[in-house]
C-alpha cells in the first residue's frame, strides 16, 4: 500500500511530467517548422498510459538519488515511454504490459511506433536495467535506491532514416529554451523526491544536472552512457562499464 507522502509524490511526478509533456509539444512543433529536424516523437504524449504506469510503480519508493539520461531512444523510450526502455526489461524487470500505446501526431516513415511489443532490444536500457537489477534486485529495490528520468523526453529525427538526432546537437532559441525548460524539470523532480544526488548518464546528461543544480547542495556524479556506439561502453566485454557506474550508485 503506497503510504500518503508515497502517493503524494506520485500525484506530483505525475503532474509535473504533464506539464512538460505539454510544453516540449508546443516547442518540438516549433523545431519542425523551423526547420532543425524533420519530425519530433514525444512519448510522453503517445505513450503517456505507460510513462504514467512507470510513475506509479517508481516514485514512491523513496529514491534519494536521481539516474538521468539524455533523450529516448528509437528502440526505447521512443517506443513506451519509459527511460531507457528494453522491451524484455519493462515487461519482465518492471512488470508494465498491456498498455496500448498511440501514434505520434506526425509518423516517420522510417520509425513507425509499436509500442510494448516492439521486437528489437534497446541494447542502452538491457543494460542500465539490467546492472540495476544484479546490484539491487527486484523493481521495488531498485526504486528504493534509483529513479530514472531522461532530461528531454523527446526524439528528435532528421533525414530519411529518421537518425535520432540528440540534444546537444540541435541550436538556436527554440532548442535552448527546450534545454531550459528541461533544466526545470529536473529541479522539480529533484524536489519532489528530496534526491540528494543526481548521476548524468553521459557527459551531456552529467552537465545540464551541473547547470541546472547549481547552487542547490545536490551532489552531481557522472557516469559512462551505455549505448553500444561508445567505445567506452564496450570495453572489457561491458565490464568496465560496469564498474564505472557501480562506483557512483547509491
Given at each position: 500500500m503506497l503510504s500518503s507522502s508515497g502517493t503524494m509524490s506520485v500525484e506530483k511526478l505525475l503532474r509535473v511530467a504533464s506539464r512538460l509533456r505539454d510544453d516540449v509539444d508546443v516547442i518540438g512543433r516549433e523545431l519542425t517548422i523551423q526547420g532543425t529536424v524533420d519530425c519530433v516523437y514525444n512519448p510522453l504524449a503517445y505513450a503517456w498510459n505507460v510513462h504514467k504506469r512507470y510513475i506509479e510503480i517508481s516514485g514512491d519508493m523513496g529514491a534519494s538519488t536521481v539516474m538521468m539520461g539524455m533523450n529516448p531512444g528509437p528502440h526505447g523510450m521512443?517506443?513506451?515511454g519509459v527511460p531507457f526502455a528494453a522491451t524484455s526489461m519493462v515487461r519482465d524487470l518492471l512488470g508494465i504490459s498491456g498498455i496500448?500505446?498511440?501514434?505520434?501526431?506526425i509518423i516517420h516513415p522510417s520509425r513507425p511506433v509499436i509500442g510494448l511489443d516492439y521486437p528489437r532490444e534497446e541494447v542502452s536500457?538491457?543494460?542500465i536495467w539490467g546492472l540495476l537489477s544484479e546490484t539491487y534486485g527486484g523493481a521495488s529495490e531498485?526504486?528504493?535506491k534509483v529513479?530514472?528520468?531522461n532530461h528531454c523526453p523527446l526524439m528528435l529525427l532528421d533525414g530519411p532514416r529518421g537518425s535520432n538526432i540528440t540534444p546537444d546537437k540541435i541550436?538556436?532559441?527554440?532548442a535552448r529554451g527546450l534545454l531550459e525548460r528541461c533544466d526545470e524539470h529536473l529541479l522539480e523532480v529533484v524536489e519532489i523526491l528530496n534526491a540528494d544526488t543526481v548521476i548524468g548518464i553521459g557527459k551531456f546528461a552529467e552537465k545540464r544536472a551541473n547547470n541546472a543544480l547549481r547552487g542547490s547542495g545536490v551532489v552531481v556524479k557522472g557516469c559512462w552512457?551505455?549505448?553500444p556506439a561508445s567505445p567506452l561502453a564496450n570495453r572489457n566485454g561491458g565490464a568496465d562499464w560496469r564498474e564505472n557506474v557501480r562506483s557512483v550508485l547509491p
Amino acid at each position: 500500500m503506497l503510504s500518503s507522502s508515497g502517493t503524494m509524490s506520485v500525484e506530483k511526478l505525475l503532474r509535473v511530467a504533464s506539464r512538460l509533456r505539454d510544453d516540449v509539444d508546443v516547442i518540438g512543433r516549433e523545431l519542425t517548422i523551423q526547420g532543425t529536424v524533420d519530425c519530433v516523437y514525444n512519448p510522453l504524449a503517445y505513450a503517456w498510459n505507460v510513462h504514467k504506469r512507470y510513475i506509479e510503480i517508481s516514485g514512491d519508493m523513496g529514491a534519494s538519488t536521481v539516474m538521468m539520461g539524455m533523450n529516448p531512444g528509437p528502440h526505447g523510450m521512443g517506443q513506451m515511454g519509459v527511460p531507457f526502455a528494453a522491451t524484455s526489461m519493462v515487461r519482465d524487470l518492471l512488470g508494465i504490459s498491456g498498455i496500448d500505446v498511440d501514434q505520434p501526431s506526425i509518423i516517420h516513415p522510417s520509425r513507425p511506433v509499436i509500442g510494448l511489443d516492439y521486437p528489437r532490444e534497446e541494447v542502452s536500457g538491457t543494460r542500465i536495467w539490467g546492472l540495476l537489477s544484479e546490484t539491487y534486485g527486484g523493481a521495488s529495490e531498485i526504486f528504493e535506491k534509483v529513479f530514472l528520468v531522461n532530461h528531454c523526453p523527446l526524439m528528435l529525427l532528421d533525414g530519411p532514416r529518421g537518425s535520432n538526432i540528440t540534444p546537444d546537437k540541435i541550436s538556436g532559441p527554440t532548442a535552448r529554451g527546450l534545454l531550459e525548460r528541461c533544466d526545470e524539470h529536473l529541479l522539480e523532480v529533484v524536489e519532489i523526491l528530496n534526491a540528494d544526488t543526481v548521476i548524468g548518464i553521459g557527459k551531456f546528461a552529467e552537465k545540464r544536472a551541473n547547470n541546472a543544480l547549481r547552487g542547490s547542495g545536490v551532489v552531481v556524479k557522472g557516469c559512462w552512457h551505455p549505448s553500444p556506439a561508445s567505445p567506452l561502453a564496450n570495453r572489457n566485454g561491458g565490464a568496465d562499464w560496469r564498474e564505472n557506474v557501480r562506483s557512483v550508485l547509491p
